[in-house]
């Protein structure tokens, strides 16, 4: 299948309205010129054709007095002179696109076959129509602009500040026509980032059809944030109830429980709850009020706090001190944790069972991009699509510990409620990669 050309909306629509005019105004040019332009110009080659042969009748039924008053009216009036015509003048033939020849042989055919028409005699500009009375031949000569075919700078002037009018009007009716359904793709990338109320779409729009969607799309966020309201509500509130008998259950196990390893491995168990719990909860966390300016390096140092004394646990840090993201210092610790913690559990090196993991951050062009990288096993290339999905595990190589499958759905979540983008995938040269990218900020 060829591929389709992509066009924004608005310059679809102003092509289709710019090539509607074009044709609308070739379609009127070719009205215009065969129903006024030419039919006109006829009329004006027949009515020169009629004052040349008046003129002639005039001088030939004239005596030299008459004659000399006649022609000095002409040029008073009509400005219209009768020169002589001489054997030896300079003549220059009128007529050289298509229309200009047609003109010249109506002209020619109501003045006789012995008639000449110029636009330049003897280096003199004008519409000459030479003709003779008896055996004395004469020039008679007027302005050349009644045969002129329309053309010239005018002409270009007037069709360029036509066209730039017409395009500005086609312009800012595809600006009209895309300004609401760009505010409406806006909003629905709003929405789809999880931000309910932060765009809301004007509901006194003049046209009908847009305020009908405008209404449509308000009460459809509102409602998905009421929904996403009750659903975080309905998660702490299990998460809160559930806490109270696991807390009482762990401190039976503790007092009632006489076997060391039986009570170790029910408060494991236990442990294992709560830490869901939490997961749940982070889940379900709503997204931060307010991002700023915050310390990469300060954040990832209290992060790797937990681990560094453990001995199979190698924590590599390239991140200049300085560098600063637009984040939230509490949700960016999150994210980080959860990355250290699915590293520790899934990301041990085969050969001798330590994880080693790698932070790396560098900015360019404006973003700082953050990479977190173990040397593990990785993942089969199918499991990799779905690494992010809600409760989903890795496959075998990754799963030899229990959880709640919500660990690299919340790093994503949380990325994005920061204006930031998350990305997982195989290292070329072994294990799992996390790739992050934030807003570079400066320090306040």
């Given amino acids: 299948m060829p591929r389709r ?25 070719q009205m215009f010129r065969t129903q006024e332009y030419e039919p006109r110009i006829l009329r004006n080659a027949h009515q020169i054709a009629t004052v040349v042969n ?39 033939p009128f007529g050289s696109s298509g229309m ?25 500009e004008g519409l000459w129509v030479g003709f003779q009375i008896e055996r004395d031949s004469y020039w008679l000569q007027m302005d050349p602009e009644r045969l002129r075919p329309l053309g010239g700078s005018a002409w270009l002037t007037w069709l360029g500040i036509t066209l730039a009018l017409s395009l500005g009007g086609a312009a800012m009716m595809a600006g009209l026509i895309n300004r609401p359904l760009k505010r409406l793709s806006f909003a629905a990338s709003q929405v789809r980032e999880g931000h309910f109320n932060t765009s809301t779409l004007d509901e006194d729009a003049a046209t009908s059809e847009i305020r009908e969607v ?23 509130g299990i998460s809160h109830d559930l806490r109270t008998p696991l807390a009482r259950l762990r401190l039976e196990t503790e007092l009632s429980v006489a076997d ?103 900015v360019h062009e404006g973003w700082v991009l953050l990479r977190v990288r173990d040397q593990g096993p990785g993942v089969s290339d199918e499991a990799l699509k779905n690494l992010t999905q809600p409760f989903f595990r890795g496959d075998a190589a990754r799963t030899s510990a229990t959880g709640s499958g919500l660990g690299l759905a919340i790093v994503e979540r949380s990325v994005q409620r920061m204006g930031g983008t998350f990305s997982v995938f195989n290292n070329s040269a072994g294990g799992l990669m996390a790739l992050m990218k934030f807003r570079q900020a400066e320090a306040t």
């Fill in 5 to 29: 050309l992509k066009v924004s909306l608005f310059w679809r629509t102003f092509f289709l309205l710019a090539l509607l005019i074009l044709c609308s105004s070739l379609a009127w040019l």
């Fill in 54 to 92: 008046l003129t002639k009748t005039a001088l030939m039924h004239s005596d030299a007095i008459a004659r000399v008053a006649l022609l000095k009216m002409l040029a008073d009036e009509e400005d219209v002179s009768i020169k002589t015509r001489e054997p030896g003048d300079s003549v220059v």
């Fill in 100 to 124: 200009e020849k047609r003109l010249i042989e109506e002209m020619v055919k109501r003045l006789g076959p012995g008639t000449v028409i110029a636009s330049r005699v003897n280096d003199a």
């Fill in 214 to 236: 405008n209404i449509g799309f308000n009460r459809m966020a509102e409602r998905l944030a009421k929904i996403e309201q009750e659903r975080a509500l309905m998660l702490a």
């Fill in 260 to 362: 060391l390893e039986t009570r170790d491995l029910m408060a494991a168990d236990i442990a294992q709850l709560d830490a869901i719990i939490d997961k749940f909860l982070d889940y379900a966390r709503p997204e931060p009020t307010e991002l700023g300016p915050v310390l990469l390096s300060g954040v990832i140092s209290r992060s790797i706090g937990p681990w560094r004394n453990n001995q199979r646990f190698e924590i590599t840090v390239d991140v200049d001190e300085d560098l600063h993201v637009k984040a939230e210092t509490v949700e960016l610790g999150r994210v980080l944790s959860n990355l250290l913690e699915n590293a520790r559990r899934y990301g041990q090196s085969p050969s001798d069972g330590v994880t080693r993991v790698e932070i790396v951050a560098r």
